[in-house]
């Protein structure tokens, strides 16, 4: 039996999922960084998901898990509170994209 190949499974297989979902244009390292990212939310085990995606605590941390846009506020807010003792509301603009 010969081994199925990565190109031809993402494009029959994989690709027609991600439009139907409308997330054409999506690769397999934003589907990666997504997936490190939502388990870190979701408080999952570092090292499990580090496991899952077959690299390093380090490699996982440092590149494939993102903060989530709303802990970066809570995190720019208490640094607010502890400098100045009160918080402006800071929010970030309907549609902006915060790397």
């Given at each position: ?10 494009q029959r297989?994989?690709?027609p999922?991600l ?7 999506v690769?397999?390292?934003v589907?990666r960084?997504?997936h490190a990212?939502?388990?870190s939310?979701l ?13 390093s605590?380090?490699v996982?941390q ?7 846009v709303s ?7 208490q640094?607010?509170?502890s ?17």
């Open positions: 039996m010969k081994p199925l190949a990565k190109e031809n499974v993402w297989s994989i690709v999922k439009e139907k979902a409308g997330l054409g244009s690769n397999f390292q589907m960084r997504s990212s939502l388990m939310d408080g999952i085990e570092v090292k499990f998901v580090a496991n899952q995606l077959g690299h605590l380090d996982n440092n590149i494939y898990t993102q903060s989530a802990k970066r506020q809570a995190a720019v807010n640094l607010e509170i400098l100045n003792g009160v918080q402006t509301e800071f929010t970030v603009p309907e549609g902006a994209v915060i790397n």
